[in-house]
């Protein structure tokens, strides 16, 4: 399977800091994508960063990917109560597509 | 808004009864994903169709079944249901099988709660 492992599983910040989440893959990949989720909704795609890239900017999110380390972090600027909610990578394998797995996320409180 | 319709949003049934949930993929979209997401397991892929055909299966119990119809909409059935089948249900689509670059448009999902 294509499953991220997200670190922390759980972060509690003050609205205005920033919140950095990061996951960890095991095999070689084609891309990185990272998805919220609001609590009861469904996921919404945030960003994907591809394999050859090590940072993509996309307004207050900044992803990262490491793949000699197999590992990406998001870090959320200057963060609001509405970003509170669960935040989930998966990754692409280079050798097959379909079978996208997503990890246990990591939930993200900003408290106002 | 996604442009991913599922429904019924909420489906409140017994245990034994079957259900059937609907979802049409985004205008365009080849391909649709189940994912049943509970409280214990967290989101599980369950099957993905593209263009009518079955292409890949996960944690799908074979009391579930899915297909996908030629005008690209896909039903999930769900059987002899059991208490533990209580979870939210999503689907999702995308234009292919997921190329290089890619992504999931999901849709709102259906909550199921088996009394």
């Known amino acids: 399977s294509q499953q991220g492992e997200e670190d922390p599983q759980a972060l509690s910040i003050q609205e205005g800091e920033n919140a950095t989440m990061n996951c960890s893959y095991k095999?070689?990949?084609?891309?990185l994508q990272w998805y919220r989720q609001n609590s009861g909704r469904g996921l919404v795609h945030l960003i994907l960063i591809r394999s050859n890239e090590r940072e993509k900017h996309s307004g207050r999110l900044r992803v990262t990917l490491d793949t000699s380390k197999k590992s990406s972090s998001l870090l959320i600027t200057a963060s609001r109560a509405a970003d509170t909610a669960s935040y989930f990578c998966?990754?692409?394998?280079?050798?097959?597509?379909?079978?996208?797995?997503f990890g246990e996320g990591t939930q993200l409180t900003v408290n106002p | 808004d996604s442009g991913v319709t599922q429904t019924p949003k909420h489906l409140i049934t017994a245990t034994g009864q079957r259900v059937t949930l609907r979802c049409s993929p985004r205008s365009g979209d080849l391909s649709v994903y189940w994912y049943q997401q509970s409280l214990d397991q967290g989101l599980q892929f369950l099957i993905q169709?593209?263009?009518?055909?079955?292409?890949a299966k996960g944690n799908i119990l074979e009391r579930f079944s899915a297909q996908q119809f030629p005008d690209l909409h896909s039903e999930l059935n769900l059987s002899s249901l059991e208490l533990g089948d209580s979870a939210l249900y999503f689907c999702?689509?995308?234009?292919?099988?997921?190329?290089?670059?890619?992504?999931?448009?999901f849709g709102s999902g259906t909550q199921l709660s088996v009394l």
């Open positions: 169709y593209y263009n009518g055909e079955e292409r």
């Open positions: 095999t070689s990949i084609n891309n």
């Open positions: 999702a689509s995308s234009v292919g099988q997921l190329a290089t670059n890619e992504k999931l448009f």
């Open positions: 998966v990754h692409l394998k280079e050798t097959s597509g379909s079978r996208l797995t």
